[in-house]
């Protein structure tokens, strides 16, 4: 991921500190948390990009292979896996169970849109979704959504955090980043979801912590 073109605010509840501004016209992008039924605003999200190339994960063991393919935005009218309706259904029991709902905004511009599950299993939390709309990404978005989704989840408690990756190259880069590692047994009722993602795990607590 680039720098942080944007001076970027939280109202987190660990109080973190703005970041520095590297652009003299940057806009600033603040994260908030929405109440639950603001995951309608994933209609917000343009999910648009070409991808370039697919990773596939064989025991923990990742494969990358060359595509061209051209992703367009959600489907606002119909009820499939890849429309707003869909998606909103499948989060809104997340949402129930007490998931949390960031949004990045510029201005009134939603930027990008996380949830994270803190008591997922255990104390193993979960990033159920993370967006960044097509305009604002490459600018540190999709970094600050990760670090306060980890800062949550740390604050509760969790140990680890588990992510189910779409397999483009861009979004696994971005958790291979971040320190995420490929899972060679994935939980079975993610993956019988999501069987063509990346599934990974964060360690928030580090074993030589534990020690």
């Not at 980043?177 to 360690?203: M, N």
């Amino acid at each position: 991921m680039a720098g942080h073109p944007f001076s970027i605010r939280f109202d987190s509840v660990c109080g973190r500190v703005e970041l520095p501004t590297f652009c003299k016209d940057a806009g600033v992008i603040e994260i908030r948390t929405l109440p639950p039924e603001r995951i309608d605003l994933l209609a917000e999200i343009d999910r648009s990009e070409h991808i370039d190339a697919l990773y596939e994960a064989t025991a923990g063991v990742l494969t990358r292979r060359r595509v061209a393919i051209e992703v367009p935005s959600w489907d606002t009218n119909g009820a499939g896996p890849h429309s707003v309706a869909g998606l909103v259904a499948e989060v809104q029991p997340v949402l129930e169970r007490g998931a949390v709902l960031l949004g990045a905004f510029s201005g009134e511009d939603l930027a990008g849109i996380a949830v994270v599950e803190e008591g997922f299993e255990g104390t193993m939390a979960w990033l159920t979704l993370l967006h960044v709309s097509h305009p604002y990404r490459r600018r540190g978005v999709a970094s600050a959504l990760w670090d306060e989704s980890i800062a949550r989840a740390r604050l509760a408690g969790s140990r680890s955090m588990y992510v189910s990756a779409t397999p483009s190259a861009s979004a696994v880069g971005f958790y291979l980043s971040r320190g995420c590692e490929v899972l060679a047994e994935p939980l079975p009722d993610l993956f019988a979801k999501e069987p063509e993602d990346i599934h990974l795990i964060y360690q928030i607590v580090k074993t030589t912590q534990l020690g």
